[in-house]
């Protein structure tokens, strides 16, 4: 079965500060999907980003990065110069698939608080 | 803004008695994806509606049923309602039909009290 694994339940940095968010995640499939989501108090999910598991290559995109390993099976996801705008739970999921339907399996979130 | 909307947005209910939640897909997707997010808990995945049809389905029972229109918009009904039902339930749009699926995209969820 799938599992995603987010060890840290609740992080709080001061602003300005870097932040790294982890994610182990476990599947027997060799083709598969990595996502980050954001939750805000709103509670709708937001899209971050999406990774193939045959891309290994690490992504920046402005404040954000992604690391991914597949040798460790991590998928990291780092905020730098955090802002308080970045407060909200983070979710990493993993894709599996269901029949002819794909499913995300979810991590238990972290909450990253930042301190103005 | 995803462009996913979900009705209502909250909602109180007694033990027993059965509930339809609502969403309207992103335009131009056609796939519905419905989860259950019990407090301090990732989203748990019901089941997902394609073309109409149920398309794949989470470890749920069948008391937790679906349908999906010809517009795409979906309705998820959960009959004789539990304590354990309290949750929030989050619907997701994306556009399938082929290889790689595509991202699935959130409503902002229908939050489930149950007394």
């Known amino acids: 079965a799938q599992k995603v694994t987010q060890a840290q339940t609740e992080i709080s940095v001061v602003e300005k500060e870097d932040v790294t968010l982890d994610c182990v995640y476990e599947?027997?499939?060799?083709?598969?999907?990595l996502f980050w989501y954001k939750q805000p108090p709103s509670g709708e999910l937001v899209f971050l980003i999406r990774?193939?598991?045959?891309?290994?290559q690490n992504e920046i995109s402005g404040r954000y990065s992604w690391n991914f390993q597949k040798s460790t099976s991590s998928f990291n996801f780092t905020i730098t110069a955090s802002q308080v705008v970045d407060s909200a739970v983070y979710f990493c999921?993993?894709?599996?698939?269901?029949?002819?339907?794909?499913?995300?399996?979810f991590g238990t979130g972290t909450r990253l608080t930042i301190i103005p | 803004e995803t462009g996913v909307t979900q009705s209502p947005t909250h909602l109180i209910k007694t033990r027993g008695q059965q509930v339809t939640l609502r969403c309207s897909s992103q335009?131009?997707?056609?796939?519905v994806s419905w989860y259950q997010q019990a407090l301090g808990q990732g989203p748990q995945f019901i089941f997902q509606?394609?073309?109409?049809?149920?398309?794949g389905r989470g470890n749920f029972p069948p008391r937790f049923s679906g349908l999906q229109f010809p517009n795409y918009s979906s309705e998820l009904n959960v009959n004789a309602l539990e304590l354990d039902d309290s949750a929030l339930y989050l619907c997701?749009?994306?556009?399938?039909?082929?290889?790689?699926?595509?991202?699935?995209?959130f409503g902002a969820g229908t939050r489930l009290s149950v007394l």
């Open positions: 509606y394609y073309r109409e049809e149920e398309n």
């Open positions: 999921a993993l894709s599996e698939w269901l029949s002819d339907s794909e499913k995300l399996t």
């Open positions: 990774r193939n598991s045959f891309d290994e």
């Open positions: 335009s131009g997707h056609n796939t």
């Open positions: 997701a749009s994306s556009l399938d039909g082929g290889l790689p699926k595509n991202i699935q995209y």
């Open positions: 599947t027997r499939d060799t083709t598969y999907y």
